[in-house]
């Protein structure tokens, strides 16, 4: 059977799936999908409720028996059924599987008087790098199709033991390096605000799920902004912890065994109460035990003390930038970015100009990273098919180019650590100057809003902080408007992709695009960026 | 100059530093040189007892001015002029540099009523890859010879800060990957336990040293036994932590920047007490925000004060092994784990059989990455000067052969990480089999009591511990015994190694060398492995 074939019929198991009483008579004919759940009338007034409810209040209820696990992973599976019609997000599509979950959990709490775990009968939606035994993950590689996982992946297997459902898997880009969500098995994913933007990648399918309210926690990956991008394009919160903190064990992935910048595992949520709860429950499973590049770092509720007394005495310290020194923001990030600094200051906190150290020459290092084997483990996966690479990364798949060797591995190695030192030694400098403890920095995550499919250029706001490893959590903060964004006069262009950035930039386009913002910590700071994230996610909305 | 001139040259700085007064007349005829400290008179009785106090009792009698820190200073300095003259110890010895920083600690103390830190006036060796800032580091390589270090490396700069006074660096072998202490600038470092023994390496300059007890707290590092072995065969007791606990930031290295095996740094010290103290007072600096590799993790007490429990109440649980499959230990290894083993069923633990796991896949793989650039590293250093590489290591360094590429080294990384996984899948299972958490395994570190010069072979039990990046603790146990460790019947070779290692043994020849094993926690356990090595020193003294 040729590729094209075989993707064919892959990605019609998807809608096969499906079950035809769940199934749209007609695709929405507006820009927007994000009304189809309430107006289709497939989902009934509960589930309605179910899905815009949040996952803290879910495992309540159904801890407390108010709602059962089947009801719950119904719902979700209605709703993520319209997600797959509308903005063709998934990888996978469960039913059977999720529902048979849901009804033992069910039974469980009925005979033993007490749940699974923090997270029983919680439907959590994964990305297509996680593996369920007895399911295939493609990556959206054709030449995946059909290689059955033998065992779940380490995450995977600590969120069933909290008691979560596993219903979907997501879609992703071919390869993962991208920040768009595409590939020549399931085609396109598109944003459910809009059908014309991007849902962002490589964590894309989950951004649309999660943004479309088909899932309230997913569970993204990120090495070069692959949680943060979809989180902040779908108006979500998401987390890149720093690497150790959470198991990225057993997941699929490109590059595997490269370690110079790690990919990290996290959630893409609607709120940082949720994401509190994922972080807990996983982190209470104790995931050293299984996966050795965990770091033995329970849930640290001192940490997240220091900040909320700072918040209630109006007191924290942050650091904030506008551009990095490579490609100014769009005019609706520089806006969210302002918007965010007067609330925090007029909480009396202290947000002052941050200076990004060399983010330029982190993000070469970056690149010199993402393809120093010359694209040779992504073109080893497109020949297992013969299916040509996706044109986001044609430049990047090139293993006849000259491969670096160990020696250069080591000299990249050796620059990222002094480079890392070097920022922690800015760190020290300003609480020196200022005599305050610096604790989060304020910064763009992308230059741009939701962006139109196939415009995502520059991933530097995002690679910069993978270079560092430093924890940061994006915080959504607006939405573009045509009427306040306009075109400045008078731009001069820092460089090449400055200057092509700029002139993606259309008012009209990008009308109502979601707008956020990423907060950045030092290394193993989640507690702390949490809850600074919190605050800033609650000024916005006074 | 030709690289021997200028070695010859750098070498006789080392005694030419050390004051007239403070040199032997002659050089003592035994095999020991343990009581020349003694028998010399060059020492004051004062400063006898000064050297052989514990860190510990030496720091608390400084914060309290019942010592000063000139008067320790000079006491450690001379102990340690007597152990260059003796066993050749040294790289560096600075006593007009250390006596100006103890008269300023002094005089600190004394105007302040404060101390400057927790090692306020305690002289701290540090090996030759710490870097002083106006000092020279080689590393034993005559062409690093005179190039002077423009800042401290991480460590240091902590450890002052701190209140340590820096006195000596110690020698190391040629590209620090040896167990044993020899290069072309210094010559070769002796056991001071008998001339004919080695004192260990890579870290042989600080066993010697501080087995003399020409130091009691001195700076090692270890990516393949560097630290533990030295501290085995001086009788001391020394830690590998975990890679991330420690800062190592701005030593030098062979192979810098290579990250699939971390090298550690950590103490080398005469009691468990020490190494607690130089521990704390190093986390209590915050490494990590120096030291972008350093996790966030301070001293946890209630790590330490569940192992006391468990003590108190006889109900540790240990593993142990003998044999790792490759080389079986000597007859005084043997003996010394039994030893262990009963002191700890005696006092009501539980200590059963581990099957040590795959370990010569692991010591494979650590052979692996240590030779993956051919010794191309190496062998820049070697041709600055044009010296010859030392016996030791001339099968590594062979930059002709080929070098693995960025996929090997991704490759060998997963492998790693799969087999890291599938050790704590073993610890899971022996869990779940006895219903009880395992605190820590116990083993040899080498196959051999001290061993006689060139004669180490066998690397092993050191290095699948490197590969593992786990917190191990050496605890010296006792010494051979000709009387007891007589040569078993019957032995037959599982390798050829272990022929090599088989018939190096000699109980004459390996009476009364040093004796330790070594006892293993998973990563980042340092507070609990330390407690339980502290427990086992005691039981060993009953």
Known sequence: MSWEDLAAKRKAQVLDAIPQEWRLKELPSGDSVMSVPAESGLLSADELTITESSAAALVKSLAEGKLTAVAVTTAFLKRAALAQQTVNCLHSFLPEFALARAKYLDEYLAKNKRTVGPLHGLPISLKDQCRIKGFDTTMGYAGWIGQIDEEDSVLVSLLEK?????????????????????????????????????????????????????????????????????????????IRPSHGRLPYAKMANSMEGQETIHSVCGPICHSIEDMRLFMKAVLQEQPWSYDSKVVPMPWRVGEEDVIKTKIASGSLTLGIYECDGNVLPHPPILRALKTVQEKL?????????????????????????????????????????????????????????????????WAIQLEKWKYQMEYLSKIREFEERTGRELDAIIAPITPTAAIRHNQFRYYGYATAINVLDFTSVVVPVTFADKAVDVR???????????????????????HGAPVAVQIIGRRFTEEKIMAIAEEVGRLLKL
Chains 1, 2 share one sequence.
């Open 162 to 238: 909290a008691g979560a459902v596993f219903y979907v898997k997501t879609s992703v880009p071919q390869s993962l390096m991208v920040c768009e969500t595409v590939n020549n098995v399931f085609g396109r994913t598109s944003n459910p605000r809009n059908k014309n933007w991007s849902p962002g990648g490589s964590s894309g399918g989950e951004g649309a799920l999660v943004g479309f309210r088909g899932s309230l926690i997913g569970i993204g990956t990120d090495i070069g902004g692959s949680i943060r991008v979809p989180s902040a394009f779908n108006s979500l919160y998401g």
């Open 345 to 409: 200051s007029a909480a009396g906190h202290s947000v002052s100009a941050w200076e990004p150290y060399k983010h330029p020459f982190a993000v070469d290092l970056a690149n010199r990273v993402y393809a120093a084997d010359g694209g040779t483990d992504i073109f080893a996966a497109l020949s297992l098919s013969g299916e040509p690479a996706i044109p986001n990364i044609k430049d990047l798949v090139n293993p006849s180019l000259e491969k670096v060797g160990v020696n250069d591995v």
């Open 488 to 510: 400045p006069d008078g731009f001069t262009p820092l460089t090449k992709i400055d200057a092509a950035v700029n002139a993606e930039y259309d008012p009209e386009a990008y």
